[in-house]
């Protein structure tokens, strides 16, 4: 069975300060994807890494692919009361012509201001 | 553009009763995938449906839950008999074709939240 264990679980920090989230798997994934979830909201997507090693930016934010592709990590530079969510990656799998996709367990983040 | 669109956004139904839950994926997307998400957790996958089939359904519990993907119209996440367990928010995402591309990503809809009485 596939899994990817996100962490940590729950963060809750400062404005101003930095954080890193981790997905980690011991599968391989042709891609990774990364959502954001505002209560009562869907997930929105926020990047999509595809080649292992990656490193794509998002104003504050960095998200990087392992070079294996079984593991990703998102950095938060400088955070923001807007960046509280539920932060979520989910990897995808190609397999007899069609994707899977697996969801982390997902991280909570609260920023205070 | 309009995006993933599910209706209705809020549901409730007492025990016994039917659900349905609709999703109108993206123009263009054919490939749709229905997740139930409890409070506090993450999404657990449910089933997978292309244009009139079923592709994956190794999510979904063997009793009372059904899904179509019809060749026209929304796919329908139908719901029977429920219980107070199947209250959850229910999301539904969809892709565009598979075009050999090696990147495919999902876009979801702001999901139905179902409480059962």
């Known amino acids: 069975t596939q899994l990817l264990e996100q962490s940590p679980q729950f963060l809750s920090i400062q404005e101003g300060e930095n954080l890193t989230v981790y997905c980690n798997s011991s599968s391989v994934f042709s891609s990774l994807q990364w959502y954001r979830q505002e209560p009562g909201e869907g997930p929105v997507l926020l990047v999509t890494v595809v080649t292992g090693g990656e490193v794509k930016k998002l104003k504050r934010l960095t998200f990087q692919f392992g070079d294996a592709r079984k593991d990703s990590s998102l950095h938060i530079t400088a955070a923001q009361p807007g960046d509280t969510g539920l932060y979520l990656c989910a990897g995808a799998t190609f397999t007899s012509g069609t994707y899977k996709y697996i969801f982390g367990t997902g991280t909570r983040l609260k920023v205070l201001a | 553009n309009a995006g993933v669109m599910q209706n209705p956004r809020h549901l409730v139904r007492r025990r016994g009763q039917e659900a349905r839950l609709r999703c109108s994926p993206m123009k263009g997307h054919s490939h749709v995938y229905w997740y139930r998400q409890l409070p506090e957790e993450g999404l657990k996958f449910m089933v997978y449906l292309q244009k009139e089939n079923i592709i994956d359904e190794s999510g979904m519990p063997k009793e009372r839950f059904s899904a179509e993907f019809p060749k026209e119209g929304p796919s329908i996440l139908r719901i029977q008999q429920v219980v107070r367990g199947d209250s959850a928010a229910y999301f539904c995402?969809?892709?565009?074709?598979?075009?050999?591309?090696?990147?495919?990503?999902?876009?979801f809809g702001p999901g139905t939240r179902l409480t059962v009485l």
């Open positions: 995402a969809s892709s565009p074709p598979t075009s050999g591309l090696i990147t495919d990503t999902q876009y």
